[in-house]
Each structure stands twice: as structure tokens, then as C-alpha cells.
């Protein structure tokens, strides 16, 4: 047995034993590169197989690492990558450990050639440049600038990339740099396939194959610039729920948790693995913690490829450091990383393998930072000793940038530099340029056998379908990992329950006292008809604070699901289902604090149904502003849409006009009010008792200006009715019941039950018109 120590980290990996109680944490991948020698890496030297795996089968193998296990029973810890050799073409092909210094073959080359993309944007009349920069469509992470104008009397072009081309090799951090708008973010996002289809010119390629959008998904991941988080998940539960999500379930709960704890070391983060995330009203970690966490949800799965959107912006020295430490021991482990960089410090230069500049969207430099010294040299422009590499590049840049003939000069110069370069290589031998490219099914089994690219397999019938895996988990274990992940979130904030449950009490408190015990008179009638109305259309408004639930989790959820994470249905689900228990809290405490305090009929039987009907409000209300939340970008303009909106609702409920007053072209949105159902159904529960009288013998003259005439004369009024009519009519005579106040109303088209079922179908109704929404609107990609 020996042993391996892993930079920055008390692990070991075992070589000739199974692991016991006693050995040491599995390491991701990146973390295993950290540890073993430089000859100690897979190299592939047996012959190719004369039928190859599917790449379906070569996914197959990846849940089925822990099984490869030696004869005696004992399970292999997963990612034991540089020290147990994987078969994966039945015994025809091998990786085996390589001796005496022999170089590493690479196995992933990302090329990408041609590149480029425009906008054009639309005016009657040109407008000056510097109110054009402000006309950028908003978009997830920095829009990158207008890198070339191009401005005529009806539209202006934008080119934001011109023709780049280059390449990138796993074990390398390719740095993309440039001023603010030369187009580094657009650069990230085409290779990242974050730019509509036909949009971009040019190709992406990886080992010379066309990337899909499909495979893209499996195999990369996105960090982006802001440090979307949960802010009361602690770093561990983060890291978990991401392990949940990306990892499949072939892999056990205790091997999820082992590779969490491993990444936490790889990242620096053991000491803040129990803190809070934090936000302005929680303290949290600090930003270079936020920043790592960041990364590492990202690379949990352990992506082939890894693009990072300016990962250093807003740290320190010593924080942005750290984070491209990490980066470069994830590039290590067989990773391609590429990111962008504002303007890196020396320490950073250091770490950087590749650098690319670009100005206005085209590339001025593209090569290794040893080059850069002879680069500006031979364009005439040498940099002075003891000078930051790059700080000079990108000032020189700046400078030509704002001179009458701009960069042009510098990026024929690149041209011609790059063309010099690759004769010398080419005369000199090719085996000196680089190993050569592996095809992208040799590369990613060879890569698998590292123990790299954990995610779901398809199967059929027990045999790995050839496609790539779209969801590492079925959707009943995406709905349990996001209802967890949102109920721990807020059972950490219960002052957001708390403030609402209080502003339903109040609101029940001041009913129940203003309404209080009333009677069967007419006068009662009417001021019931005025507290249904409010009570219902309360339970809508007060669902408004479901609006910035989903867009305070937006662009988490947009992060999430670009890589698949998750199906959109199972955060449908799951955001409903967390949803009803706080309802039926809610909607109990409002029934209970107005039911019997204002004297509504029906006993016990009617509680229940008013029960009902109350949490069924609710629940039309909260799905109605979910969908919403989908649909408006933002807060303040959610809630004066909802406001509005739910004052129309009220308006054609029957309250203030009855249906048969309603005119004809607005009739359709009486059927479509979401208050009319609940409004109608608590009317049928109260009125419906046919034994129940509310106006008898002289009440008949209480809603006239007769109803202030002494009891006496109402007594000779109503004989003389009786004698014209032919019929007896006392004090005591039953002249309206609870049937003729609702055909007063003109509530005599549906039934209560019919009513709530109704209200019912449209909680459905919106929470399916919110997954389309998602569906729709959630697709981060420039047009």
C-alpha cells in the first residue's frame, strides 16, 4: 500500500486495498489531480478496439465505478481515479498508469473557429453613440458593450464578436481579457451555447465534433458573476442539494456526502461549512467564500468543461488568488477552464496557462503570458522590466483604442504572429505542438475512467441508451430535493410566515369586530353581502406577497435548469406542494377568527365548507401572482399588476352590479373573475337554508323611506296590501328567504360545489400556465 498527499488536504487514496472504517475521503477528480505525479496519469497504450462503446455505455460506466471493485467483495471508494484502472470496451481497451516521465496525452481540445455575432437595432433617426449604450436588452450576468457601430438613417449594428478563432486544452486555464466591452462575456456565452441558434457564425468543436446543445448540458457548466445563493442555506446543505440535484441515484447518500466533504476541502471552505450564506439583513460568509461556494455547486458533477464569467471581480488579491488556485487544480484533473478577467494581478498571471485579448471584439494577442514580452517587442512596443505583463497590454490596447486607426494595426500584427508561429511549429516537428487529438468517444472514456462526468444515465430494458443523459434524477426526487431545500430555507426566516399570519388575524380581528353577531333583518342581509365580498377578495390580496418569492429565485432557477439540474414541472410541483401547508394554516385562522364572531349560519357543516372555500381562495390567489411572478420581471411592477387586476376581479364579482345589470360586452369577464366563485359559493352556504326568513311582515318597509313611519301605520300599510293582494299577510309572515336573496344576487347558475371546483381548476389553471411561463421565458439565451 502506498500513499498520496493531496495538496491542501489530510486525504489519501489507497492503490492495493478496499477502504475500511478508518480510510480516507474519495476525492473528486480535480482533487486527485492535485495528488498524483505527473507520470502517474491514465495514458491509453493497448490497441483500438475493433467494436467501441457507445457513449450511452461509456455514461453507463460512470454510476457503475464503485462496482469495479476486486474479487473479493469489497467495494471500490468512488473516484479512486489515478489509482485503479478502468476497463471500459470489455477488456479490448485499457488506461493504465504510465512510467518515467512520459507526457500526458491530452484528451479534450475545444476549438473554436470563426466566431462571430452581431445585433442590429432599429430607429427612425440616428442617435449619438453615447445614448445607444444604454439600449442593451437586459440579460442573466454583464451584457458585454456595443464593440462596432455601424449607424445608418434606419438601423445600427452592433458587432459584438469578429471572427475569433483559437483552441483549448483540458489541464489549461484559458483567460480570456479585454477592457469593459470588448466582448468577453459574448465570447464566454457563444462557446457556451448561451446565444440563440443562427445568431452566431462560426464553429464550436470538441476533439473535432459539432457540440449539441444536449451534450453541452452534460458535460459543462456556467459560473456566472453573480453569486446566486440561497442566503439561510448554510455552505454544506448548498453543496449537498447541488450533489442531490447533479449527482445520480446510483451513487448512495453517504458517497454524495462523502464527495461534498472532500470538495468543501478542496475549496478552502471547512472552516465556513456550517455558516449561512447570508445576505444584507444575515450576516454570511465572506465574498471570496460566496464566490467558491459558487464555484462549487458548478463543478459538483466534476464538468469536462467549466466557463467562468469574470470569477475574480469584486475580491481581494488574496480571495481571487484562492479562487483561481482552485481553478487551476480543477483545469488539472482533466477540466478545460476558460473565464474572463478584468485585468489579473501577477500572482493570477501565474496560474493563467492561455491568454486571449480582445479588443472591440477581435482578437489583438492569443497565446501563453511567456509570450506576451516577445509579442509586443516585435510590434514595436516592448514592455519595461518590472512591469505587470498584462496591466501594459491592456493599457497599450486602451490607448490604440482611442487613436484614429484603433487596434487594427495590432490585430493584423496577432494575424501574421499566429500564422509565423504555426510554420515554426510545423517545420519543427508536430510533436512538439501537442499530443495529438484523442476522438471526443475516446476522450470522454478515457476521461470517465478518472472518475470525471458523474451524471444520470438513460437506460432501456437494463441497456444504457446511446443519447446523453438529459436529468441526472427522475422528477419524485427533484420535487423531494427542492421542497426540502425550500422549506429549509424558510423555516430560517419564520418572520416572513409570521408577518403574514398576523395580517391575516388583523384582518379577521377587524372583521369579526365589525361585523359582529348580525341578525336576519334587511339591514343584515345587505352587510352580509358587504362582508362576503371583502372576506373573499382579502384572501387574493393577501397572496400578493407570493410575488417575489420566484423572482427573488429567478435567476437560480434559470442557473439551475440551463444545465439541467432539474425538470421546470418538478419545481412546478414541488413550489406547489410547498405551498399548501402555510394555505391551510392561514386559511384556518382566518375562518376560525370570522365565522362564528360574525354569526354566519350553517353550524358546523358550514364552517367546514367556508373553511373550504377559504383555503381554495387562497389557492387560486397564490397561483394566480406565482403566475405572474413568471411572467413580470419585476417587484414593484408585479404588484401594480396584481392590484389592479384584483380590483377588476372584485368590480365584476356580482357585489357591486349583479350579473343580469352587467353589460353584455363585459360579461365575459364576470365569468372570468377569480372572485365571483368564492363570492357565490359563501352566498349558497349562507342563504340556502329554505326554513331561514330574513324580512317578515312590516321589514318589508325597512329598505324604503316608509321604514320611518311609526309601528302602527306600517301594521294599516301592510292590511291594506293584504286586501288588494287577497291574501293574509302578518307581522309574523315570511315574505323573503335565503333562495330569494340569491335570485336577487342572480346566484342561481351554479351550485357551491360547483363553485369551489371551479375555483380549484383555476389554481391548476395558472400553475400550469406558470410552467409555460418558465418554459417560455427562462431560456438564457441572446437572440
Not at 268 to 278: D, F, S
Not at 761 to 767: D, E, N, S
Amino acid at each position: 500500500m502506498w500513499r498520496v498527499v493531496a495538496e491542501d488536504m489530510n486525504l489519501s487514496l489507497c492503490s492495493s486495498s478496499c477502504p475500511t472504517a478508518g480510510d480516507s475521503l474519495p476525492l473528486p477528480s480535480f482533487a486527485a489531480a492535485a495528488a498524483v505525479p505527473e507520470e502517474d496519469h491514465l495514458q491509453d497504450r493497448s490497441p483500438r478496439p475493433t467494436v467501441s462503446p457507445t457513449f450511452g455505455q461509456m455514461l453507463k460506466r460512470v454510476g457503475d465505478v464503485h462496482k469495479e471493485s476486486t474479487e473479493d467483495g469489497c467495494e471500490t471508494p468512488l473516484h479512486q481515479h489515478s489509482v485503479d484502472v478502468l476497463d471500459l470496451s470489455d477488456g479490448s481497451s485499457s488506461t493504465t498508469n504510465t512510467g518515467g516521465g512520459a507526457r500526458r496525452a491530452l484528451p479534450f481540445v475545444l476549438h473554436f473557429a470563426n466566431l462571430s455575432y452581431s445585433v442590429k437595432v432599429h430607429h427612425n433617426l440616428p442617435l449619438p453613440s453615447f445614448l445607444l449604450q444604454g439600449a442593451r436588452r437586459p440579460r442573466l450576468g454583464p451584457a458585454a458593450d456595443a464593440v462596432a457601430e455601424s449607424i445608418n438613417l434606419f438601423s445600427r449594428t452592433k458587432t459584438l464578436l469578429d471572427d475569433i478563432s483559437g483552441e483549448a486544452h483540458d489541464g489549461e486555464i484559458l483567460a480570456v481579457l479585454g477592457a469593459s466591452g470588448s466582448g468577453k462575456s459574448t465570447f464566454i456565452d457563444a462557446l457556451a451555447n448561451r446565444i440563440a441558434r443562427g445568431s452566431l457564425r462560426g464553429t464550436v468543436t470538441l476533439n473535432g465534433e459539432p457540440l449539441e446543445s444536449r451534450m453541452l448540458k452534460v458535460i459543462s457548466a456556467y459560473v456566472m458573476q453573480d453569486d446566486l445563493l440561497f442566503p439561510m442555506l448554510t455552505v454544506e446543505e448548498t453543496l449537498m442539494f447541488a450533489a442531490e440535484f447533479r449527482l445520480p441515484r446510483t451513487l448512495s447518500k453517504s458517497k454524495k456526502h462523502l464527495r461534498v466533504q472532500a470538495l468543501i476541502d478542496q475549496l478552502g471552505l471547512r472552516n465556513a461549512a456550517r455558516t449561512v450564506i447570508g445576505d444584507e439583513g444575515h450576516r454570511g460568509v465572506s465574498g471570496g467564500e460566496r464566490r467558491r461556494v459558487s464555484i462549487g455547486i458548478d463543478i459538483i458533477h466534476d464538468p469536462i468543461i467549466l466557463f467562468l464569467d469574470e470569477p475574480t471581480s469584486g475580491l481581494d488579491s488574496t480571495s481571487a488568488f484562492m479562487v483561481v488556485k482552485v481553478l487551476q487544480r480543477i483545469a488539472q484533473s482533466g477540466s478545460i477552464v476558460i473565464m474572463t478577467v478584468h485585468q489579473p494581478s501577477y500572482r493570477l498571471l501565474g496560474l493563467l496557462d492561455r491568454l486571449l485579448f480582445l479588443s472591440r471584439g477581435q482578437t489583438v494577442y492569443s497565446g501563453p503570458p511567456s509570450n506576451l514580452p516577445t509579442f509586443f517587442s516585435e510590434f514595436g512596443h516592448p514592455i519595461p522590466e518590472n512591469e505587470n505583463r498584462t496591466e501594459f497590454a491592456l493599457d497599450l490596447i486602451r490607448e490604440l483604442e482611442g487613436s484614429p486607426g484603433g487596434t487594427r494595426s495590432l490585430v493584423e500584427f496577432n494575424k501574421s504572429w499566429q500564422n509565423n508561429t504555426k510554420n515554426i511549429i510545423a517545420t519543427g516537428g508536430g510533436s512538439q505542438g501537442g499530443p495529438a487529438e484523442l476522438s471526443l468517444k475516446e476522450a470522454i472514456s478515457a476521461s470517465i475512467s478518472r472518475g470525471k462526468l458523474v451524471s444520470g444515465t438513460a437506460t432501456s430494458g437494463g441497456v444504457a441508451s446511446p443519447m446523453v443523459p438529459t436529468f441526472a434524477n427522475p422528477f419524485w426526487v427533484e420535487m423531494a430535493v427542492l421542497s426540502k431545500r425550500s422549506i429549509t430555507n424558510s423555516r430560517r426566516m419564520p418572520e416572513l410566515f409570521g408577518i403574514r399570519l398576523g395580517a391575516i388575524l388583523v384582518t379577521g380581528f377587524i372583521l369579526a369586530t365589525m361585523f359582529w353577531h348580525l341578525d336576519n333583518s334587511p339591514k343584515g342581509v345587505q352587510e352580509r353581502l358587504g362582508f362576503f365580498a371583502f372576506a373573499m377578495s382579502t384572501t387574493f390580496y393577501t397572496c400578493a406577497d407570493a410575488l417575489p418569492v420566484f423572482l427573488q429565485e429567478r435567476y437560480i432557477f434559470m442557473r439551475e435548469t440551463a444545465h439541467n439540474a432539474y425538470r421546470r414541472s418538478s419545481y412546478v410541483l414541488s413550489h406547489s406542494l410547498v405551498a399548501l401547508p402555510a394555505l391551510v394554516f392561514l386559511s384556518l385562522a382566518f375562518s376560525a377568527a370570522t365565522f362564528w364572531a360574525v354569526g354566519l349560519d350553517g353550524g358546523l357543516k358550514g364552517f367546514l365548507f367556508y373553511f373550504l372555500i377559504t383555503l381554495v381562495s387562497f389557492w387560486a390567489g397564490s397561483s394566480f401572482v406565482t403566475f405572474l411572478s413568471g411572467v413580470v420581471p419585476h417587484v414593484m411592477l408585479g404588484y401594480t399588476i396584481v392590484v389592479a387586476i384584483l380590483a377588476y376581479f372584485l368590480l365584476f364579482s356580482g357585489f357591486f352590479i349583479n350579473r343580469d345589470r352587467i353589460p353584455a360586452y363585459w360579461i365575459w369577464f364576470h365569468y372570468l373573475s377569480l372572485v365571483k366563485y368564492p363570492y357565490e359559493a359563501v352566498l349558497q352556504n349562507e342563504f340556502n337554508d329554505p326554513a331561514k326568513c330574513f324580512v317578515r311582515g312590516t321589514q318589508i318597509f325597512d329598505a324604503t323611506p316608509l321604514g320611518a313611519v311609526p309601528e302602527a301605520m306600517k301594521e294599516r300599510l301592510l292590511k291594506t296590501i293584504s286586501s288588494t293582494l287577497g291574501m293574509s299577510i302578518t307581522r309574523s309572515t315570511c315574505l323573503t328567504t335565503g333562495a330569494d336573496i340569491l335570485r336577487q344576487q342572480g346566484v342561481t347558475e351554479l351550485s357551491k360545489w360547483n363553485c369551489l371546483w371551479i375555483t380549484v381548476a383555476w389554481g391548476f389553471l395558472f400553475r400550469i400556465l406558470f410552467y409555460f411561463s418558465l418554459l417560455l421565458g427562462s431560456k438564457n439565451k441572446r437572440r
